[in-house]
């Protein structure tokens, strides 16, 4: 059984499989080598190399590990159509991207921001205006692993947590749930909406300018999913005509952001480079559950976090 990766993972960590797996055959490559795919049965990737090109000449591929959590990039079509299991590294985010969205949060409420333009401007003011997470509410579109962490998060500072989903059904860490056709009916409720949503069929525009302008003016929009989740033209129409005080933005609709893009010199945004997620422990996390499904596969058994490739997630 060959294994192909398409990154590289550090040596010690290339060891260790090569340990646990004596009879596989593990193949470390910087970049998708199309003649070593046409070989393999299980490919390891980011997921943003593999074209639908690849999957004509790749004959013996029947697992493809995805060690990031976004999908959209990826042929899914011609891989359900032949057939190929994916898997992903769904969870491994919720730790470095929670801890993050609530450091902005909290650099927000209590005018960090403010402070260090003080500092540099050589300024003694106490003219700041700190507010209180305590008797908030917060609205997680996306309550997954990720939202749950942070509603989990965020009960703890006393903050109220409304999930939203597609389905209505209940989420960990959520005081209550909603389905994005109701959204309108709880935004004006919130001081905190943080998108985490994937890129789908479903959520791709989900955010229109009349869900922005429902908002309180003093609610901070955060989002941490996938840029095109909302419609970036109403997004800065609504924070020029402040309909909303602040967005914190890890991702766009484009990437990188654009030279010279109105965001990167908006005093209420901050512009991330789509670094939340980032972490010393990414790769780790992800080839523990690369292991515990390579186990699983050679048992015959079923795999953690399995695609359902006509969702997308």
């Not at 993972?9 to 055959?25: G, H, M």
């Not at 491994?92 to 402070?115: C, D, N, R």
């Not at 229109?208 to 003093?218: A, D, R």
């Not at 893009?261 to 670094?275: A, G, K």
Request: proline share 5%.
């Amino acid at each position: 059984m060959k294994i192909l990766f398409s990154f590289l993972p550090k040596q010690e960590q290339q060891d260790e499989l090569i340990r646990k797996f004596p009879n596989a055959e593990f193949v470390f490559q910087k970049g998708l080598n199309e003649e070593l795919l046409k070989s393999s049965q299980i490919l390891v990737t980011y997921g943003e190399d593999l074209y639908a090109s690849h999957l004509e000449t790749a004959e013996q591929l029947k697992w493809i590990m995805v060690a990031s959590a976004g999908l959209e990039k990826m042929p899914l079509q011609e891989i359900a159509n032949r057939g190929i299991v994916v898997t992903n590294v769904r969870g491994i985010h919720k730790t470095p991207m929670a801890e993050t969205i609530l450091a902005h949060i909290l650099s927000i409420k209590k005018s960090l921001p403010l402070v260090n333009e003080n500092q540099r401007n050589g300024e003694w003011s106490k003219r700041v205006f700190p507010n209180e997470l305590l008797g908030s509410t917060a609205i997680i579109l996306g309550p997954g692993a990720i939202g749950g962490e942070v509603g989990r998060i965020l009960l703890a500072f006393g903050v109220h947590t409304i999930g939203c989903n597609s389905s209505g059904r209940p989420a960990p860490f959520m005081e209550e749930v909603v389905t994005f056709d109701k959204l309108n009916e709880v935004l004006p409720k919130a001081d905190i909406v943080i998108s985490i949503l994937p890129s789908t069929q479903q959520t791709i525009r989900l955010i229109t300018y009349e869900h922005l302008q429902s908002m309180k003016p003093t609610v901070i929009f955060m989002n941490f999913g996938r840029g095109d989740v909302v419609n970036e033209e109403h997004l800065l129409r609504a924070l020029e005509e402040e309909q909303i005080a602040y967005a914190v933005l890890d991702v766009f609709e484009k990437e990188p952001l654009t030279e010279g893009h109105p965001f990167w010199s908006m005093n209420n945004v901050i512009v991330s480079p789509h670094v939340s997620s980032h972490s010393s422990q990414y790769v780790v996390r992800a080839l523990q559950i690369f292991s515990r499904n390579l186990n699983a596969w050679l048992e015959q058994k079923s795999l953690e976090n399995e695609i359902d490739l006509e969702k997308g997630y």
